[in-house]
């Protein structure tokens, strides 16, 4: 089945900073990778999501860029702030049509 | 529209026993997903219904069971809990027709402890 690696387990910046998260996944046939925040005590909800037919997608301050040669992935947060703080999961869909999920990464933006 | 219901929220349970959690699903959606979550281990899948049908299961022993109601809502069972059975399980739904594509909708979670 797939797997997805994400990194770093956990990320610490300034508010104002940048943050960008990595995952890599090992199933060529996947073609849709979503990125979920989840913050403390709540659900996982959708932020951005991306197809394998574009390279990058972008909302407001945050992106996701697409490499599906080298099999990765990236979400990009610029001018972060303390709401941004929360557990970020990337995921894909295997080749049984499920989504798995990375590890997380835990977000923290110090004000 | 109602957001995916998960029941009960939080409970406790010693080694041994079982457990059943129920989870009902945005209404229209057909797939009904199960996720196990740990600190550290980020989201596990458990297993997939569709229209009634387990349509894919991860990793996880037989103690670990599912079954979808006709109406879309769905039950997993744990049965003799172990401590590391202790985990916030975590349901999903989505309208399942979408091939390897679509957004899942999550429910709050159960708190499972075993103690």
């Known amino acids: 089945g797939e797997n997805v690696e994400q990194h770093p387990s956990t990320l610490s910046v300034q508010e104002g900073d940048s943050a960008v998260i990595k995952c890599t996944y090992s199933d060529s046939a996947s073609n849709y990778f979503p990125w979920y925040k989840q913050e403390l005590g709540k659900r996982p909800q959708l932020i951005i999501d991306?197809?394998?037919?574009?390279g990058e997608k972008k909302d407001q301050r945050i992106a996701v860029t697409l490499n599906k040669t080298a099999k990765h992935f990236s979400l990009h947060i610029t001018e972060t702030q303390p709401e941004d703080s929360a557990v970020y999961f990337c995921a894909a869909y295997d080749n049984n049509n499920d989504m798995r999920f990375g590890a997380g990464t835990r977000l923290t933006v110090k004000p | 529209k109602a957001g995916v219901t998960q029941t009960p929220r939080y409970l406790i349970k010693t080694r041994g026993q079982q457990v059943t959690l129920s989870c009902s699903p945005i209404?229209?959606?057909?797939?009904v997903s199960w996720y196990q979550q740990t600190p550290g281990q980020g989201l596990q899948f458990l297993f997939e219904y569709f229209s009634e049908t387990q349509r894919n299961k991860g990793n996880f022993p037989g103690r670990f069971s599912g079954r979808q109601f006709s109406n879309s809502r769905s039950e997993m069972n744990v049965s003799t809990l172990e401590l590391g059975d202790s985990a916030l399980y975590l349901c999903?739904?989505?309208?399942?027709?979408?091939?390897?594509?679509?957004?899942?909708?999550f429910g709050e979670g159960s708190r499972l402890t075993v103690l």
């Open positions: 209404s229209g959606h057909r797939s």
């Open positions: 999903a739904s989505s309208p399942g027709t979408g091939g390897r594509t679509g957004e899942l909708f």
């Open positions: 991306i197809r394998s037919n574009v």
